[in-house]
């Protein structure tokens, strides 16, 4: 399966007329965060493929609506993925869905860094990860696995992270990966200025992957 992972900046290469062309095969979309949620629709409906995204600290003006409004479930028993779709992308922060044979949990906000909006503490992260666990427990009992993506905005502590304490990583994104074993950890939030800085890398089980701008995963498995 060909995923398209975007996050951060709107990518010309994406937002183009062109995006069938360059992206067609891809089978599903996710967005790590800080993006337009036009930017997001316009991706919906010209690959017309499913999106799943986290918000993270920036563009956050219809946080507080998806949270707490037409599109919040708590997607306990909804598989489908389809509960809380809105303008074609759905938002699946603290929430776990299953969409063409994955199981995806998504975790959005950043480290806690001035009191803003969409903005976590470890401590907090923690317990965004507590409500995630139980339906996760219902996934390895029934499934196999616990899940197999995690969407993140952050990155985990000492991953791709910066020095400032608006892009630290988190602590509770390790523990994550070691106990549950996700294949992947998509996230945003680090910009990348040059095209050789790393943005793959390897923590036991689980790819931690940056999706800024745009990323392409083949997960070298079918539907």
Known sequence: MKILCISDQIDPLVYSSTIKERFGDVELVLSAGDLPMDYLDFVVSSLNRPLFFVFGNHNINELNYYKGGAYAS????????????????????????????????????????????????????????????????????????????????????????????????????????????PKYLIHGHIHLYDLAEVRSTRYRDTQVINAYSHYLIDTGEGN
């Open 74 to 181: 708590s997607y306990f028993w909804n598989d489908s993925g389809t509960e809380g779709r809105g303008s074609g992308a759905v938002h699946i922060g603290s929430k776990i869905i299953r969409e063409e044979g994955l199981i995806i949990a998504g975790l959005g906000g950043s480290m806690r860094y001035n009191r803003g909006e969409n903005q976590y503490t470890d401590f907090q992260m923690y317990m965004e990860i507590m409500r995630l666990i139980p339906r996760m427990i219902f996934n390895r009992i029934f499934r196999g696995r616990y899940l197999d993506i995690l969407l993140t905005h952050a990155s985990p502590k000492g991953i791709h992270d910066k020095e400032d304490k608006c892009h630290w990583g988190f602590k509770a994104f390790l523990w994550f990966m070691r106990v549950f074993k």
